[in-house]
């Protein structure tokens, strides 16, 4: 079937089978930074955002952004550049397989919410596995991240 | 130092964090043959028939290849340099599977629909044998997973396919008997480790291509480029001349990937068809017929006099190696050399191990290596002879561990030259506020916490083996290329040689430029495995260093016209004191391009006759429900001596993440089989690898000793940090409970019914 949907700013079409997942369809359209780490909803590598929410793209059926805005990674390289030197000056992309996905759902934590305690940065971020870095540096990174953005704002 | 001791971002890590396009699958051809492998539903058969002819109807499908499509010449999948301890017990596709997963077709087509279309079409006809599924029955057994004539082992290690080793031996100091005999004290105990899981991020994946010469060239998620080229050569029967290899960014190894898991599949199949191919191993595949950490059974007596002196140390381990033996011969070392030689006051020592074949996925090698295994037990043993004594388990290794300057008697007789385990020791105690937290709390609210310790240690590199090899090359401006064989895994050994070669030629990172293996151009270099890339690898950049210097002010004096011995070189430019003459490096760099008979450009390989030990100590707090048994770490302290730390984040971030990989293997990570060999741990819901809400908090500091023969007095970080967590969780539920779990990993299940024993 065909579907139109928008693509980090873009219209794009694609003809796609009813088993398409969302996963599938944005690496065609040269969105590589979106990662399969599990096939089973286990690892949030694949986290996209469809209506500027998270979603696991190995879990959506593209059918289902049909109308739809999708943004991957390579729609937020400003951000990712911002956060991505938190992150680097920690060394907390280790083998970065797993920073996408995990870029995009701090990105969203950040616009979703305002100061967020240790907790529940932890809990946000819950489904994002990560096995080189033992998840300190990525904590210690957001932090740093979220007070030098509030420190921008105020 | 400049930029040795920084914490410099690793030089690709901008790629890394935008998502660019760096990985195998992401840069692999768009219309490669997608390859796929058809798998075992037994433990153990032999083919007696496989009919292809209609799954080859299917449209797009281009080739399927058995047995017969093989090479009948045995090799090993281990990323060992030759000749490999490990057994060539492998064909590619072989007649007979030897466990629920092993390879039997390999299908290719192109695109995935129809390669999984196919596979269902295919039908093979077993005839089922009776597996071999109890590693504690398997030498001697009747049943033998290797019968095969063309079977062989390179090395004497012990191995006798007739009898299912892989590898058996013995070694030791002293009467270990008479020494038990005359001690106060004495523990005896098994501990049982389990399969687990590298469970890197991107699972296992190659593209293979022809290239304009007519050779196969094979880019791969690999830690042991320069092996790859070896081992596909040899199992496809090809000179080693026709074989490239070139790593990209890879996500994840840990061990995992110094085993040739999928290179051979699509491999086969662009020298069948000519045509580019590429196997991304589903999470599933790279969970059942992967190379995981050894199962290992270890029984341990430790002896003490009245004093608390541990005399005497014996250890036998039993290794599972599974189906085939790739680093089974090895791994089972390291339970023995990394354990004991940390008990410096030892009168006895005894070491024997048998590796044995059974009808399960083929181990491998996981960060730790067996000295994982090794220390899980021999740490837990010292926990309980403290326990026994009923004197604090801090106090008695301080009293026992290994000091700067001993000889260690079963680490080979090596000299521990840089040990800084009793600062280590005296740091993490602080960390925990041991004195304090040693007690159970009772919190009143049915839980209890406490603290538990353990020590550990690793090599650096594998001792007059492992061989590294580095180039720097002057180009125009004087800026240099580093050319390396070193696989960085992420780890970011393209970062810390850049570091080391920065400081040795005084200049910025700015001015190197790095890029990833290429066997064609890289230099020879055995791979990132043994902890050995900042060690050895490391050295040769210092040596090329030295070399290069040499030769840019030798080139610097020809252009000035001056005698080579009197000029000096500071990074920018050469330079001659009494003249006060000068040339630049951009200069050296442009003029070498024009009428110019020598290049500019040094290589230096690098290996090492010791293997110096990091140390360290790691302490866990954890809190337990005595109403479910069930164990929550809350806190993990850790000091390492790694000598000089080249980047301290690289290596804390390291540290954290092999802390947290020792927590899952300690608290949840297990390779469960029923009763037919089907293994049930095949994806992330089965088998959970810690997240965030499971690590407690981890926190890391470092002791440094000065290893004088690293690179700047480094030592290694990649394993040891994997090592503690098992022991010390284990040590600390014990305190907490009365449980002592000897068996991976401490589930509630197991703290509970040794409560209500
Ligand atoms: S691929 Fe793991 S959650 Fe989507
Ligand atoms: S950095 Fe490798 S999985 Fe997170």
Redesign the pocket.
């Known amino acids: 079937m065909e579907i139109k949907f928008i693509l980090n700013g873009k219209q794009v079409t694609a003809s796609v089978n009813a088993d398409t997942v969302l ?1 599938n369809l944005v690496r065609d359209k040269g969105c590589y930074s979106v ?13 996209v955002l469809v209506d500027g929410k998270p979603h ?4 959506l059926l593209a059918a289902r952004v049909d109308g739809r805005e999708v943004t991957t990674l390579e729609g937020l390289q400003a951000e990712a550049e911002e956060f991505g030197e938190f992150l680097a000056r920690e060394g907390a992309e280790q083998c970065g397989y797993c920073s996408p ?1 995990f870029i995009m759902n701090v990105l969203a934590m950040a616009k979703e919410l305002d100061n967020p305690t240790t907790e529940e940065i932890k809990e946000y971020l819950e ?1 994002n596995l990560c096995r080189c870095t033992g998840y300190m540096g990525q904590l210690r990174a957001i932090q740093k991240y979220l007070k030098t953005k509030k420190g921008a704002r105020e | 130092m400049k930029v040795v001791n920084q914490a410099i971002p690793k030089v690709d890590s901008k790629a890394l964090v935008t998502g660019k396009p760096v990985y195998t699958d992401d840069i692999a051809p768009k219309d490669c043959l997608v390859v796929k492998v058809l798998r075992s539903p037994h433990a153990h058969a032999l083919i007696k028939n496989i009919k292809t002819d209609t799954a080859m109807k299917v449209p797009g499908i281009e080739c399927i290849l058995t047995y017969e499509d093989c090479p009948d010449r045995r090799f090993t999948m281990a990323g060992q340099t030759y000749p490999e301890p490990s057994p060539y017990d492998r064909l590619i596709l072989d007649k007979r599977v030897r466990f629920v997963g092993d390879a039997v077709a390999v299908i290719a087509g192109e695109n995935e629909a129809a390669v999984l279309k196919a596979m269902k079409l295919i039908k093979v006809e077993y005839e089922v044998l009776e597996p071999l599924l109890d590693f504690r029955k398997a030498k001697d057994n009747e049943i033998l997973v290797h019968p095969e004539d063309n079977w062989e082992s390179l090395c004497p290690v012990g191995a006798d396919n007739k009898r299912n080793l892989c590898a058996s031996g013995v070694e030791g100091e002293g009467d270990v008997d008479k020494v038990l005999s005359e001690c106060e004290y004495v523990i005896e105990e098994t501990y049982h480790t389990k399969a687990n899981q590298q469970a890197m991020m991107e699972t296992f994946r190659t593209y293979t291509y022809m290239d304009a010469y007519g050779r196969l060239n094979i880019v791969s998620s690999t830690q042991v480029t320069f092996h790859v080229r070896r081992i596909l050569a040899t199992a496809l029967d090809i000179p080693k001349s026709k074989v490239r290899v070139i790593k990209p960014r890879i996500g994840g190894g840990f061990g995992a990937k110094q085993t040739v898991v999928a290179e051979v599949y699509p491999a086969l199949v662009t020298m069948k068809t000519g045509k580019a191919a590429k196997i991304i191993y589903t999470r599933e595949e790279s969970m059942i017929a992967s190379s995981p950490r050894h199962e290992m059974e270890l029984k341990v007596r430790l002896g003490a006099d009245k004093d608390g002196i541990i005399k005497a140390i014996d250890v036998y381990t039993l290794s599972n190696t599974g189906a085939f033996g790739e680093h089974g011969p090895t791994t089972v070392g390291l339970s023995g050399h990394k354990s004991i030689p940390l008990y410096g006051r030892l009168e006895a020592f005894k070491f024997a191990y048998d590796v044995v074949y059974t009808n399960v996925m083929s181990a491998g090698a996981y960060r730790g290596y067996g000295a994982t295994q090794g220390i899980f037990a021999v740490e837990s043993a010292v926990n309980e002879l403290a326990a026994k004594m009923g004197v604090d388990p801090v106090a008695l290794r301080e009293k026992n561990m290994v000091r700067e300057g001993q000889i260690m008697p079963a680490y080979y007789g090596e000299t521990a030259a840089s040990c800084g385990l009793d600062r280590c020791m005296a740091r993490a105690k602080e960390m925990m506020n041991w004195d304090e937290k040693y007690p159970v709390r009772d919190m009143g609210n049915g839980k209890v916490r406490s603290v538990g310790v353990a020590m550990a240690m690793q090599g650096s590199g594998i001792s007059a083996v492992d061989t590294g090899a580095v180039e720097i090359k002057v180009n125009d401006d004087g800026f240099y290329s580093l050319l390396i064989g070193a696989s960085d895994m992420g780890t970011g050994c393209d970062t810390i040689l850049a570091q080391m070669a920065a400081d040795c030629l005084d200049c910025s990172m700015d001015n190197i430029v790095v890029s990833g293996v290429d066997t064609d151009v890289s230099p020879y270099d055995c791979g990132s495995y043994a902890s050995s890339t900042t060690y050895i690898t490391g050295m040769a950049v210092v040596k090329t260093c030295e070399l290069l210097k040499e030769k840019i002010m030798a080139k610097g004096a020809e252009y000035m016209d001056c005698p080579k011995e009197e000029v000096e070189f500071d990074g920018t430019k050469v330079f001659h004191l009494s003249s006060g003459k000068e040339i630049t490096l951009k200069d050296i760099g442009n003029n070498v391009m024009c009428n110019n008979e020598e290049i500019l450009s040094a290589s230096a390989a690098h290996s090492s006759p010791v293997s110096p030990p990091p140390f360290m100590v790691g302490m866990a707090e954890v809190e337990v429900d005595k109403e479910t048994g069930k164990v929550e770490l809350l806190d993990y302290a850790a000091v390492v001596d790694c000598g000089t730390v080249i980047n301290p984040a690289l290596a804390r971030i390291q540290t954290e993440g092999g802390l947290a990989q020792g927590i899952g293997m300690a608290l949840y990570e297990d390779v469960v089989y029923d009763s037919a060999g089907r293994n049930f741990s095949n994806s ?1 819901m089965q088998y959970k690898i810690p997240s965030r809400m499971d690590v407690g908090t981890i926190r890391v500091e470092f002791e440094s000793s000065y290893e004088p023969t690293g690179p700047f007095g480094a030592k290694s970080i990649g394993e040891i940090v994997i090592n503690t967590p098992a022991p010390a969780i284990a040590h600390a539920v014990a305190r907490a409970t009365g449980v002592q779990v000897r068996e991976l990993p401490i589930t509630a299940e197991k703290v509970y019914w040794g409560m209500n024993k």
Request: with cysteine.
């Open positions: 996963l990662k399969c780490g599990c096939e089973s909803t286990n690892c949030g590598l694949c986290t696991l793209s190995c879990a996905g489904g | 992330f």
